[in-house]
């Protein structure tokens, strides 16, 4: 990831033509970085000001784009630094130049995730309102779009917060009774300790409960397609999912990521294509391979399509879960997979014919329900990671009010107590280890 002390700039649209296309700036050098780009009338572009709204023209080096740009001033910012937003034409290469002159002068391209990083290290979100951004950019419908933005609006951490302060005081008060006999003033009892710690037991519960309701997670599962070009990808992906992928004799036709539900029958799908696996020769292939690749990170299942007429196919990845024998009806098509299969389950299709989708969709279903279910793996693995950290501190706070009615003594409670405050911890991003904050952001798009 880029140093804290820099300033970084990234797209922060998706890709593809559209009527405008947004360049993000964060860090210390974002005013200066402006007004080396921007030629504008008055009102002339001030870093002093908290908010600014700026129409100009982007001096992107080669020409000049008509832009607006929004400006915010840390602290108040999504980053907690200086951001700018520079809203151009949303042509792609007028995007790319634009972010090319800002790498040129200085600034630094964003990893994914990485201006939502910024805003959790600096306090502005908590872990668990960030996740809920990352929900919200991956919501497949309104009732997920609802869930994440509950968790984006501090649903989650309202809920918590007056808690944790509890279970602090009340750590506290333990840790200061140790010092101090029954009779003196200094010794809190422990049925008032008993009070405080069913009190926020209570309020522990309503967020579970709160959680619980929030949170069913009703997204689709990614499958993802993935193989060398022309193996049969976007012909498999046209027809399951009844969409119209340009498909060609040509390699590297796919270039964009490409997304459809796919009915498996008891169940369905987010059935995902994108660029076969290549060395890219351009930076245009290059960025779609990159999405690509998150996008099989990201996964519940990868499918990889091997052509049964190619004669040397790709060594299969490991984080492959089936392979698909795909043209089967090709003349010159081998009967089955050779040793490239491993162990792998696999199936024979043909996408012209429709000779074995039925069989392909009953066995994804499967792989699927043996333990991923067909819910959306992201909004279930959230959920799953909300409920353990507050079940965790219901456990642990369990445990000290137990200590406390059996007269234990205090610092048995107070360890308790800290075991409680430590799921509350995790749930925020208090205490949680830097390699699962990068597995977080990492599943961001660049630029968010």
Same mark, same amino acid.
């Given at each position: ?8 700039a ?29 030629c ?16 100009g023209e ?6 000049r ?9 840390g ?15 949303g ?14 002068l200085?600034?630094?391209p964003?990893?994914?995730?990485e ?7 600096h ?8 996740e809920g951004v ?15 933005a509950?968790l984006?609006?501090g649903?989650?951490?309202r809920?918590?917060?007056?808690m944790?302060?509890s ?13 101090f006999?029954?009779?003196?003033t ?7 300790l ?20 929030? =949170? ?11 193989? *060398? ?8 992906w046209n ?9 060609s ?28 696996e290549?060395?890219?020769?351009s930076?245009?292939?290059?960025? *779609?391979?990159?999405?690509h690749?998150r ?26 879960s ?7 009806d090709?003349?010159?098509a ?14 024979a299709?043909s ?22 279910g067909?819910?959306?793996?992201? *909004? ?8 353990? *950290?507050?079940?965790?501190?219901? =456990? ?5 009010l137990?200590w406390?009615a059996?007269g ?11 075991s ?29």
């Amino acid at each position: 990831m880029v140093g804290q002390g820099s300033t970084i700039a990234a797209i922060a649209t998706p890709p593809g033509p559209a009527r405008r296309g947004i360049v993000r700036l964060s860090g210390a050098r974002t005013g200066e970085l402006v007004r080396a780009v921007l030629c504008a009338e008055a009102p002339a572009f001030e870093t002093t000001r908290a908010r600014a709204c700026v129409v100009g023209e982007f001096d992107d080096g080669v020409g000049r784009q008509p832009v607006r740009v929004l400006w915010q001033r840390g602290p108040r910012s999504y980053t907690r630094e200086d951001v700018a937003e520079f809203h151009l034409p949303g042509a792609e290469p007028l995007l790319a130049r634009a972010l090319a002159r800002l790498l040129e002068l200085g600034a630094g391209p964003a990893r994914p995730g990485e201006f939502t990083r910024r805003a959790f290290e600096h306090g502005r979100l908590d872990l668990s309102q960030a996740e809920g951004v990352l929900a919200l950019i991956e919501s497949g419908g309104e009732a997920e779009r609802r869930a994440a933005a509950q968790l984006v609006e501090g649903g989650l951490e309202r809920r918590t917060r007056a808690m944790r302060q509890s279970l602090l005081e009340l750590s506290a008060l333990c840790e200061a009774s140790l010092d101090f006999d029954e009779s003196d003033t200094g010794h809190v009892p422990p049925a008032e300790l008993h009070l405080l710690g069913t009190a926020a037991r209570s309020a522990l519960e309503e967020a579970l409960a709160w959680e619980e309701a929030r =949170a069913a997670p009703t997204g689709l599962a990614r499958v993802v397609l993935a193989g *060398a070009p022309n193996a049969g990808k976007s012909s498999l992906w046209n027809r399951l999912t009844g969409g119209e992928a340009l498909v060609s004799a040509r390699a590297g036709t796919t270039r964009d990521r490409l997304e459809a539900a796919w009915d498996l029958g008891p169940a369905a799908c987010l059935l995902v294509d994108g660029p076969g696996e290549a060395v890219p020769t351009s930076e245009v292939e290059a960025a *779609a391979h990159g999405r690509h690749a998150r996008a099989r990170e990201q996964a519940d299942l990868v499918l990889w399509v091997v052509d049964s007429s190619a004669p040397a196919p790709l060594a299969v990845p490991e984080e492959a879960s089936l392979l698909v024998w795909s043209q089967s009806d090709r003349p010159g098509a081998r009967p089955r997979p050779g040793p490239e299969a491993r162990t792998l389950p696999w199936r024979a299709v043909s996408a012209r014919t429709g000779a074995g989708l039925a069989e392909l969709a009953a066995a994804v279903a499967e792989l699927l329900t043996g333990g991923r279910g067909p819910e959306g793996g992201l *909004a279930r693995a959230l959920h799953a990671r909300h409920r353990a *950290a507050l079940r965790a501190a219901a =456990a642990g706070l369990d445990e000290a009010l137990a200590w406390l009615a059996g007269g234990a003594a205090l610092d048995l409670v107070a360890e308790a107590l800290r075991s409680a405050l430590a799921g509350l911890d995790e749930l925020a991003g208090r205490s949680t280890a830097e390699d699962v904050l990068d597995l977080v952001f990492a599943r961001f798009c660049i630029g968010k």
